[in-house]
């Protein structure tokens, strides 16, 4: 994947920086429940929890990324996650703590990873380019810094992929367009949550240019 998003990105690299000051570029982001792998290396469908909804809907409203795909291909596990959101979207959650309301206004369950694109295509007027996340070390990954820049620079959104359990399936990474970078710790413990590494790698990506 990494030699095609090289290859687009110096191609987008040679257009008049003009087209692209007009809009920024939004990165949308999702939570992948299945496929993801658990400890034995396996495929599964790992269980969204409470947490999942209220610190993603918080993150990616802090960083105003349009919206999260809570993605899980399990009946029950979507109406789990209908009935939360309904509560403190809805009613007196809504009027006692309005702001947890806006900030779960943009999550978004669906089925598969394929209607999360669908959906920023529909919103965007354009498919998404796949962004991958590993807390394991890779060649060839995309720094932060050359993530926030291409947002800058591009006219083709983003849908940066998170995967629960113990990461993304093979099959997820293989279809992505790049491989960004991992959280690397100062002592070599590397077991952050999902949660906290969305939000780290949100505000490396999108605060970029204000720190750099």
Known sequence: WTGSFSARRRRIAKRDPGEWKLRKVPLYVA????????????TIASAVTNLDLHDMARTVCTFDVPACY????LEDQQALCE??????????ARELHPARGEALER?????????????????????????????????????????GRFLDE???????????????????????????????GANG?????????????????????KRL
């Open 31 to 42: 939570l992948v429940h299945y496929p993801v792998l658990n400890r034995r290396g396996e």
């Open 154 to 184: 591009s006219s083709r959104p983003v849908l940066l992929l998170f995967g629960t359990g113990w990461g993304l399936a093979p099959s997820v990474l293989e279809d992505a367009d790049a491989l960004l970078e991992p959280i690397r």
């Open 107 to 147: 999550l978004r369950v669906v089925g598969n990873i394929g209607t999360a694109i669908e959906g920023v295509r529909e919103e965007w007027g354009e498919s998404p380019l796949l962004w991958a996340t590993s807390a394991r070390e890779s060649e060839g990954v995309l720094s932060c810094r050359e993530a």
């Open 83 to 92: 009935r939360l959101l309904s509560h403190w979207k809805l009613g007196i």
């Open 189 to 209: 413990y590397n077991h952050l949550s999902v949660r906290c590494a969305a939000a780290i790698l949100m505000d490396r990506i999108l605060n970029t240019g």
């Open 70 to 73: 809570i993605v899980t291909p």
